[in-house]
């Protein structure tokens, strides 16, 4: 049955207020100490914090832009970081259950089927995990002997890291690219639910489980784009681990560059296989147990609070000016379907 206009507007008014009202909750406890730490900081060093976290946000948009080429001629890299900016914003709200929705969501609204959305989404994902463990292998290889005299009980940690993200990288690969693997859930199914509603559920997953592996197999095809967006990964990646550096440089007495970019990298893959809502309190623990160590407890916590504002604050952010916009339309759209005869 279709919604009555007046109700949709009523709708998105209430999903508007309890997004605020979650905001708010989210600015009062969460993100109060990275406001502060603003405030107290040096304009130079907001200044290269706050454009290394837009220049991750451009390559990360231009990434997701040649990830949907082969589904949207039309879609830009200003759509890509919209894309980015609308996730980012939806996976504080949700406490991450609701990011690949949003990306899904967002892509669908500019023309792209659900399916290839899932393809796009998944693709990301993988090659976002492949940089991330790309940047960890070469600063492991490269630190080894240091950390082997000074930390030696973190290679392990390290390892198991890049060995569990390196395990996801390959399962979500078998699970789009494989039609043996798919073959097999199939016959499972069939075997054991008996039930009709539970087929009728499980038929409509298998469809859209094939339209993923098309849409999969579409984006691998074209060797050059995937060499661009490997590239856009680590790129956008490394945007983000200059930023403890450019914290750091003058509090920690000339703190080296390289040094900074390793620990970075090593808490990323670590933070990323401890589970956490949205990934927030693992990446903070991780963090500090890297940098304190070589830095102090006050200029760890520092340089911690203004990373996650040029990595979590500022997209969320940017992402309720999207969501707003998209919501704005979304009532304007409903006014003016109650307007007509």
Known sequence: MKKNPKWKILLNLVLLLAILGVMFYFIQNSMGAIFVELKETKLIVLIGVLSLGLLHQFFEGCGIKETVR????SFTTFDGMMTSFYTA??????FGAGTILAEIGFYKKKGIKISQGIGASTLHTVIYKLAIVTYAVLNLFFYFTSMLEQRPQMIVLILIGIALTSLLIVTLVVLSLSLQVQVAVLLICNRFVHNKKLRGYVDRMNLQINALHHAMQSVLSDKTSMLKI????LLKVGSWYVIPFV????????FNFFLAFALTSFTLVLSGVIPSPAGIGSFDFVYLFMFQPVTGTVDAVSSLLLYRFASYVLPFLLGFIVFLRERRKAITDNIEEISQP
């Open 70 to 73: 082969g589904f949207s001629n």
């Open 247 to 254: 914290c750091l440089q003058e509090e920690a007495g000339g």
């Open 89 to 94: 914003f939806y996976r504080v709200i949700t």
């Open 230 to 233: 490997y590239l856009f990964n």
